[in-house]
Structure formats: C-alpha cells, structure tokens
C-alpha cells in the first residue's frame, strides 16, 4: 500500500510538472510586448469527487520603452502588454500583470476578435482570474491596431476615387510612413478648406487609430454629407506617425526610446526622422497658405474623451475661442463627452501645435483630441470605450469639424443670422463669447426681427438650430455653447430661402443657424 502511494504521488508531481510545463508565454509576433514571467504559484484544485483543475498563478511584468537617449530624465513608460499564452485550455490562471494598468484589458482566442475581461474577471486591478476554453489566448492591453492592419485599410482606402496615398517619408528603421490626401478632385481646391490629422505617435494609443480608421470610413461612406464635405475640404492624414513603435510593440517610444510627441523643438541633429517627415510636408502643404485645423490624435488612461485646450496666456484670446468653440461642437449631442471633461494647459514649442502656432498663429486651430481606453466619464462604467461606440464618436467628430469649418451640406445648412436694426444690437468681437467668426451682435430687448439668408441643397423638413456662445472660459453655463433646437421648416424646393425669426428665440444672439434635414 505505502509503494502505491509513492507511486501515486510521483504520478500526480509529474503530471502537474508536464501540464505546467505545456504554459508557454510569447509576444514574437507584431507589436507583441511582454517583459519577464515569473510563476507564483501552482495548485491542483478539487473541482468535483472525480475532478480537479491546475489553477496557476503568475506575474508578468510589462517591458518598459528604451531610456530616451535625448533625454535621460524621462521615465520610460511600461503601458501596453500584449502577449500570447499556450497550453491554457481548461486551467485557472491567475495573472497578476506589474508595472501597467489593467483595468478590464481584452483576449482573444484568434488574435482578431478581442473581447473585453468581466468586473468577475479583473475583480482587483491589476489581476486577471480566468477559466480560457481553448488552448491558446491573446492579452492585450486594449484591441490592437497593427501595421499589417492599416496596410490592409490603405489598400482598401486607395480604390476610393477620393483617396490619393503618397510615402512622404521613412521612419527610423526604414518603415514608410503614409500620407492619405482625400478631398473631391472634381472640385478646384482654392476655396478648400484644409485640415491635417496625425495619429499613432504614441504606439500604445490604439483607441485614437480606431476613432480615425472610422472616421476615414464615414468621410468615404458616400453619403450627400460627406461627399458636401469633400468638396469644400482638402484632409490630409497620416495614420502612423511611429510605425516603428507600433510594429515592436512599444507604449510611448520609438523603438530607440524617443518620445517623439516631444521632439519638435529641436535642432534637426536631435530631431528624428518621424517628425522631420511630418515639418517637411506640413511646410511644403502650407507653403501658400495655413492650414484651417490640425489634430493630433491621442489616447489616454483617464476615463473620458478630452481636447487639450491651450490656455489664452499662451496663445491669444482669438485662438482660445476658436478651441473652445471645435470642442463645444464636439461636445453637442454627444452621449460620451461633456464640457468639464476637457483639459487646458499652456502652449509649449516642443509639441506639434506649438511648432504650428509658431508657424500659422491664430490661422490654424492645432489641438490634440484624446480618446479613453476604459469608459466614458458621463456614463460612469455603464459605457465601456468599443469599437461600436468609437465608430459613432468618428461620426460625431466629422460632423463637428465641419460645423466649425461652417460647411453646409444638404443633410446640414448653416447661415449667419442677421439683425434688423444695429442700433438695438451690441456688436462681441472681443472673443469673450464662444462664436463663429469674427463677431457676433447681442440684446436684451425682446421682438427685435433677425433674418438668415439660407442656400437649401435639398427640399425637405428641417429642424432649426441656433448657436448659443456662452462665456469663452475653462467652464460652460448649462444651456450655452451648443445648438439648440427653436422650431422646424417644411422647404418645398432647394435653393435660396428667407428665414424670419425674433430675438428672444435665439436667446439674443445673433451668431449662427443651422438647418438639419430630418428625412436625410
């Protein structure tokens, strides 16, 4: 008896051994990250009379960036982890993951479709407690937006009529890097508007590549808006300012350590080729005339969407406004981002935005644009960021910067509301409310007659909007800076139409008027 025993027991050490031994960790693969693996612990756990289950435990420390060899002072970042697990099937892990974030990160059994971990799954930050049904599981810190990904987008892309894709330049390590110029060449460009878009400076900063691949998406959607859109905007767009970083799996970095999000101030002896590529061409493209919009597309832990708005002390009082009106915009009629979610901070030459405002003053608005990868602060964690919920924001953030560039389309017109009598009225061109243009005229006296001169593209029922500033401030008045709804119009035939309206039913302002086509 005491023989089998033995015997028994150098069975059961084995084969806890062997199964152990069948986990393997890997992130071999495209922007895969991973630093050291250590087990913890390992258990066989009585599941039923005849069953048990190995339940092991591990720590997985997430690979810091390289030291910034411009500036050794930085800290070097250790945010995103995605890494591959063999041998799993049927086993309890425990995965405690070190010097990272995980708040609810994502697997995937097939390494394209990601799911998000359950609270029951991520129960203390930090940890990972899952059962995984099949033998092999993906982790990843958010779903991930590999270079051979957008290569597949941009020849996707390229077949649009609308779309032209150039190299405009190499990264470090011989990488393209992409321009897409997508506008209506039908349309003479001189009256364009222009915008630029950057993204994927910051590898780990995935959710901003998915907002923008489905903003290009929506723009090439061919619908009578976005096609109004293409006819008055020029957009030229990088989707990868740090295709080096993303293919090695980077979280802030190149893959030499340089953060260059902050690398635009410098001498062109300490400048990396990535942002020389981008001053190039943005020199080149302006060279006859500024851009009207810049952004700079990011990512980031806290959890809500936000505009990094430069304060007025570091720019101008005009350029404040202009912010702060693009970021109202976004804000209307948006279930995921509110007014005290955005973020001010004072105008520095070693970002883009500043190297613009350098170049282009107040003539361009350049601002980064921040998605989360949690949830969204006005919905609590009932709204968790998904590739569902990033498509409808892409949606929302076309239709903002078009309302900003004032482009009329036949689902959107926009018109100036003029007033009657100017001597009734006071002219605001001082940039302390929240308006379009130069100006815009005020009063407190009620049944004063306003009037707006609207080019319909299309027949139909509208519901009319006015704009209403508010103060051009850090903080917003409930019921100021957006549209707000003031009655409807049945337009029987396209072209031009007389709206007649009084005062009091845009509150006093005179700024803006929008027409949206209800049918449309």
């Not at 981002?337 to 350049?366: H, R």
Request: glycine share 6%; with cysteine.
């Amino acid at each position: 008896m005491t023989g089998m025993k033995f015997y028994l027991l150098l069975l059961s050490l084995f084969s806890s051994s062997f199964l152990f031994s069948q986990v393997r960790f890997s992130s071999d693969f495209e922007s895969g990250s991973m630093g050291e693996v250590k087990l913890i612990d390992s258990v066989w756990i009585k599941t039923s009379p005849m069953d048990s289950m190995l339940t092991l435990s591990y720590d997985v420390y997430s690979r810091l960036d390289p030291l910034n060899p411009i500036d050794t002072t930085l800290e070097p970042s250790s945010r995103w982890y995605y890494f591959r697990i063999t041998g799993v099937k049927g086993k309890q892990l425990f995965i405690n993951i070190r010097n990272s974030e995980v708040v609810r990160p994502f697997y995937s059994y097939d390494n394209t479709h990601f799911t998000r971990l359950d609270w029951s799954e991520n129960v203390n930050k930090g940890a990972i407690n899952k059962i995984f049904t099949r033998d092999t599981v993906y982790i990843s810190y958010f779903i991930p937006y590999t270079c051979t990904h957008l290569s597949t987008k941009l020849s996707d892309w390229s077949k649009n009529k609308f779309v032209k894709e150039e190299q405009i330049g190499k990264s470090q390590q011989g990488r393209d890097i992409w321009m897409m110029t997508i506008t209506d060449w039908s349309v003479n460009d001189q009256s364009k508007k222009k915008v630029w878009i950057h993204g994927r400076t910051h590898p780990s900063e995935t959710p901003s590549s998915w907002h923008l691949e489905f903003f290009v998406d929506k723009l090439l959607d061919g619908s009578k808006q976005s096609n109004a859109i293409l006819a008055n905007t020029i957009f030229y767009i990088v989707p990868f300012n740090n295709p080096d970083g993303v293919y090695g799996g980077f979280s802030r970095s190149t893959s030499t350590g340089v953060n260059i999000e902050i690398n635009w101030d410098k001498p062109d002896s300490l400048t990396m080729p990535e942002v020389l590529v981008l001053k190039n061409k943005i020199s080149e493209l302006t060279k006859d005339g500024s851009f009207d919009l810049l952004l700079n597309m990011h990512s980031q832990i806290a959890n809500n969407i936000t505009y990094w708005v430069h304060t007025a002390e570091s720019t101008s009082d005009e350029m404040f406004r202009k912010q702060l009106l693009l970021s109202h915009l976004t804000i209307n009629n948006n279930p995921y981002f509110c007014s005290t979610d955005l973020s001010f901070s004072n105008l520095a030459p070693k970002y883009a935005e500043g190297w613009m405002w350098n170049k282009a003053g107040n003539n361009c608005v350049a601002i980064t644009f921040e998605t989360p990868y949690t949830f969204y602060k006005n919905q609590g964690d009932d709204e968790w960021v998904s590739l569902e919920n990033l498509k409808d924001l892409a949606s929302n953030s076309l239709i903002a910067i078009s309302d900003f560039l004032e482009i009329s389309s036949p689902t959107r017109v926009l018109a100036d509301i003029k007033v009657k009598n100017n001597k009734k009225w006071k002219k605001i061109d001082d940039n302390s409310l929240i308006y379009f243009g130069n100006d815009c005229m005020t009063t407190d006296l009620k049944g004063l007659k306003v009037k707006a001169n609207v080019n319909f593209l299309e027949p139909g029922l509208y519901n009319i909007f006015s704009w209403t500033p508010g103060i051009s401030s850090k903080s917003s008045v409930e019921g100021t800076n957006c549209w707000k709804e003031i009655g409807t119009v049945f337009v029987t035939q396209k072209g031009k139409y007389l709206w007649k309206g009084y005062s009091e039913q845009i509150n006093g302002i005179a700024d803006k008027i929008l027409f949206e086509n209800i049918f449309l």
